[in-house]
């Protein structure tokens, strides 16, 4: 594991965290180094902070995603809006965790983005589940069609540029089109934990998935069904 935290003491409290946890824990101070770390040493996960001089963490992101690198990363931020947390997913990051944060929780998460990865650094699990049979590589409802294996979708002849978790949520709302999906469920699914009422990670997913997926003048696809889910529909 690589982490990226400038605030020395974060940095070694989470590095003595994570190796009391079992993680081989490589700890840097800044995103330079975390970027030249990478490069040398390819880490199982990425955790990184936002906010760091010189090279931020999204900026880091930014640089391994455009490089082809598709190691999971957790972001470490400070930063509360939703739009600050959908620059975070932008730039490539498969998670997030607002600081301040219970060590518990990173660990949850960090145990989530692992398992939905095989252990050649990255390559996503693709079979969700619900499904644990080698699931059908073609699936389509609502005018989406995916290819599972390949990990492309599209909206009619549109494709979508998905991150893994955008792709593996619109896989399972796909596969159960016209069926509310509770929020437990789909937290089970994805990230394998529920993080409980309080966390507004999936409606960001969801929000951020929607804008991907909606086109002028054509009908909405993921509905929210108050207090209870959501559902994959055309009306």
């Known amino acids: 594991m690589l982490l990226a935290e400038d605030d020395r003491a974060i940095r070694h409290a989470l590095e003595r965290a994570l190796s009391l946890e079992g993680y081989q824990v490589t700890a840097v101070a800044d995103g330079v180094e975390a970027l030249a770390q990478a490069h040398k040493s390819p880490p199982d996960v990425l955790l990184l902070d936002v906010m760091m001089p010189g090279i931020d963490g999204l900026q880091v992101c930014r640089v391994l995603r455009a490089e082809g690198d598709r190691t999971p990363i957790l972001m470490l931020t400070a930063l509360v809006e939703t739009a600050d947390r959908i620059a975070g997913l932008d730039a490539g ?3 997030y965790v607002v ?5 518990d929780e990173v660990f949850a998460r960090l145990r989530a983005l692992l398992r939905r990865t ?5 390559t996503p699990v693709d079979v ?3 499904r644990p049979h080698a699931p059908d590589r073609q699936i389509e409802a609502a005018g989406l ?3 599972v294996q390949a ?6 002849e549109r494709e979508l540029e998905l991150t893994r978790t955008e792709f593996e949520l619109l896989e399972l709302l796909v596969r159960n089109a016209g069926i509310v999906l509770d929020h437990s469920t789909i937290y089970d699914r994805i990230w394998g934990y529920d993080f409980g009422p309080g ?3 999936l409606a960001v997913y969801v929000g951020y998935l929607r804008r991907k997926l909606d086109e002028p003048g054509a009908p909405a696809l993921i509905h929210t069904v108050r207090g209870v ?3 994959l529909r055309e009306d």
Not at 99 to 103: G, M, S, Y
Not at 151 to 156: D, F, I, L, Q
């Open 151 to 156: 990990r492309r979708a599209w909206r009619g």
């Open 229 to 231: 889910g959501y559902v």
């Open 145 to 147: 069609r995916m290819d």
């Open 128 to 130: 969700p589940k619900e």
């Open 99 to 103: 600081k301040p944060f219970d060590v």
């Open 199 to 201: 966390s507004k990670n």
């Open 118 to 122: 095989s252990p050649d650094h990255g």
């Open 93 to 95: 990051a498969d998670d």
